[in-house]
């Protein structure tokens, strides 16, 4: 036994600290895994496949065997694909929701493993904004960040908004087929511009972002549509006249420097019989609420790396984070920048709430 300052080290305690501590090194060696099979095809190849070695599964993605049997090895030990004897590998249904199916599964997560957050470039930066207070934004995470972001987010937004969020909130669908004027702002890869878009002809959408990476996205993702229009312009260039029927801030207003800014840009770019539909992530002001959360270290690491991050990116930057809008927070902000209706939605989004407001 060691002693540690006026306590000893329990042996038994020790070990158990030192597995849960390696075992965060094990998920990241592990998301370095499933960004391998998502970039490789690998997920996708064993969709409904039935049982298959790594010879076959290499054939079918025109990869070496032996890489590829140890990569399904991992996986299997990692419990994500089975196996009985590490030979012959099978996939689950929930595995292929989870991994493969981008297009058609609101729980695909194998999109947020693309690019990984610290390179070591931004690690270095991200040791200096602890000594300068001043963080990253969105554009210095880079480019392959803007397209993980999307494909972390798109999934809910993509099968979830136009299908079950925009009906519950009153008269919006009657606007969006007559004909109504959308701004998202923080809009990214524009996944709800282009899914709004194409379902509503007459209406027309615009998107504001200051990344250029999310824009580029953006444009990419609605370069068929001519009734969306993208700029690379933050809340505060809203229009200073009422002008929009919809607006939607989704997952940003935590990330925003100047939030409350924002809020009062909004309130002055938005119709007075016009809806903003927030959606911001499920946090609470009490520590063991917050607890309950099974991610929340995932959360709060996700804080520092980015979220919080973009929103010190400027001088007395807010830095609310992940978790900083909580609904009371938002509440407050949103009655403080002239709305007078907020009402709290859940759509059993695991990771958001959403918030109806009116002026
Ligand atoms: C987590 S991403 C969400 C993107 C998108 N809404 C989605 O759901 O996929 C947050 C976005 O907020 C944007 N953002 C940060 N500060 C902003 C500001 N002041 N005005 C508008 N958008 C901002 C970032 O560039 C980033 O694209």
Not at 3 to 28: N, P, T
Not at 205 to 233: C, M, T, W
Request: hydrophobic residues 45%; negative net charge.
């Amino acid at each position: 036994m060691t002693a540690s300052g006026s306590r000893s080290v329990d042996d038994e305690r020790l070990r158990r600290f030192a597995l849960s501590v390696w075992e965060y090194k094990q998920g990241e060696v592990v998301s370095l895994m499933i960004h391998l099979g998502d970039r490789l095809g690998l997920y996708r190849a064993m969709v409904g496949a039935g049982p298959l070695r790594a010879a076959e599964l290499a054939e079918r993605n025109g990869l070496d065997e032996r890489w590829v049997l140890e990569w399904l090895r991992s996986q299997a030990a990692a419990g994500l694909i089975d196996t009985a004897d590490g030979h012959v590998f099978e996939m689950t249904p929930e595995a292929a929701a989870v991994l493969a199916d981008e297009t058609g599964s609101v729980f695909f997560a194998a999109g947020a493993f693309q690019g990984g957050l610290a390179t070591p470039d931004i690690v270095d930066r991200l040791a200096e904004a602890f000594r300068t207070g001043i963080g990253l934004t969105y554009d210095d995470l880079g480019e392959s960040a803007a397209h993980s972001v999307e494909r972390m987010l798109g999934p809910w937004v993509r099968l979830a908004l136009v299908p079950f969020i925009l009906p519950t909130l009153p008269g919006v669908m009657d606007r969006l087929e007559a004909g109504a004027s959308v701004v998202d702002v923080g809009c990214g890869a524009g996944v709800a511009l282009v899914a709004m878009a194409e379902r509503f002809p007459a209406s027309s959408f615009a998107g504001y972002d200051p990344s250029q990476h999310a824009i580029s996205r953006a444009r990419l993702n609605a370069s068929e549509l001519s009734n969306v229009s993208l700029k690379v312009a933050e809340a505060a260039d809203l229009p200073s006249e009422p002008t929009y029927d919809l607006v939607l801030t989704l997952d940003c207003l935590h990330d925003m420097p100047r939030p409350a800014e924002a809020m009062s840009a909004i309130r002055a770019a938005i119709r007075d019989d016009g809806v903003w539909l927030i959606k911001d992530i499920r946090a609470r002001s009490d520590w063991q609420e917050n607890r309950r959360n099974p991610l929340l270290a995932m959360l709060y690491g996700t804080s520092v790396a980015t979220c919080m991050s973009s929103a010190l990116s400027e001088p007395g930057g807010a830095g609310l984070g992940t978790l900083g809008l909580t609904t009371e927070l938002a509440a407050r902000m949103v009655r403080d920048a002239g709305f007078s209706t907020f009402v709290v939605h859940d759509f059993d989004d695991p990771a958001n709430l959403y918030y109806e407001v009116r002026v």
